[in-house]
């Protein structure tokens, strides 16, 4: 009996002692996290909302932002609409040349850097710390990248296209990434948030303050919030 007992106390704390990741789990998007740990994002709405004439008539550049947060269902809907899978095959919301997909969405908010993972509707944290301010300078100091609460980045891995493409490669990761940028924009409409396409920045900085590997092209930055 006291066996068992010591067995089952030596399970659940090891347990304890490993990170939500390492768990197969996820944390609950406290804002507590390590990078390196993963937070399952709710599940997307891909039924409801406005009507697309509706987002289209509706969607403007918006620059300025209240104060209050967004929600990890928003944040959740955003991304889907970013990225989301939307078939068995792996297609996802957005085209992509020859289904490479080379296109990575950053979110940089106050507790840190995501990194969106379409596979498992999920973010997995990559860095710690709020790089608002950095992204802020990188973009030429516009106000609306340092008041946001949170920014969506775009980012296309040239390589993966340019395998099958070659030098037609960086010119197709851009007409991706734009179509990611109207996806997010008429979501944000959908949920009555602000966005704007900001396509004003140094690439290098941008690269630098998200630790982004060299080969890596920002293609824009989506400061999004409450309007
Ligand atoms: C490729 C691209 C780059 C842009 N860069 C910026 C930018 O750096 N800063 C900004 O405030 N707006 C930027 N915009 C937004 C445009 O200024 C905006 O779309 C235009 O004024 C039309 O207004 P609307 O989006 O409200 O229809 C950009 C838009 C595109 C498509």
New binding site residues.
């Given amino acids: 009996m006291i066996m068992k007992f010591i067995i089952i106390l030596i399970v659940f704390l090891s347990y304890a002692s490993c990170s939500p990741a390492e768990k197969g789990g996820s944390s609950s998007g406290s804002g507590s996290e390590d990078a390196g740990d993963v937070i399952d994002l709710p599940s997307p709405d891909t039924d409801g909302g406005i009507t697309i004439n509706e987002a289209l008539s509706g969607r403007?550049?918006v620059?300025s932002y209240s104060e209050s947060d967004i929600t990890m269902e928003e944040l959740s809907q955003l991304l889907w609409s970013a990225q989301g899978i939307t078939s068995p095959h792996g297609f996802r919301t957005a085209p992509s040349a020859g289904a490479l997909y080379p296109v990575e969405i950053y979110v940089a908010r106050e507790e840190g850097v995501f990194h969106y993972i379409p596979q498992s509707h999920s973010i997995e944290k990559v860095m710690r710390g709020d790089v608002r301010g950095g992204l802020y300078r990188s973009a030429l100091y516009?106000s609306?990248v340092r008041d946001a609460p949170l920014s969506l980045i775009i980012v296309g891995d040239v390589k993966r296209t340019r395998v099958k493409y070659g030098e037609r490669a960086e010119r197709y990761v851009l007409i991706e990434g734009g179509c990611v940028a109207q996806n997010i924009a008429l979501q944000a409409e959908n949920l009555g948030l602000g966005t704007?396409?900001?396509?004003?920045f140094n690439d290098g900085e941008v690269r630098a303050v998200l630790n982004l590997p060299d080969d890596y092209l920002p293609v824009a930055i989506m400061p999004v919030g409450r309007k």
């Fill in positions: 403007r550049s620059r516009q609306s704007v396409v900001i396509g004003a």
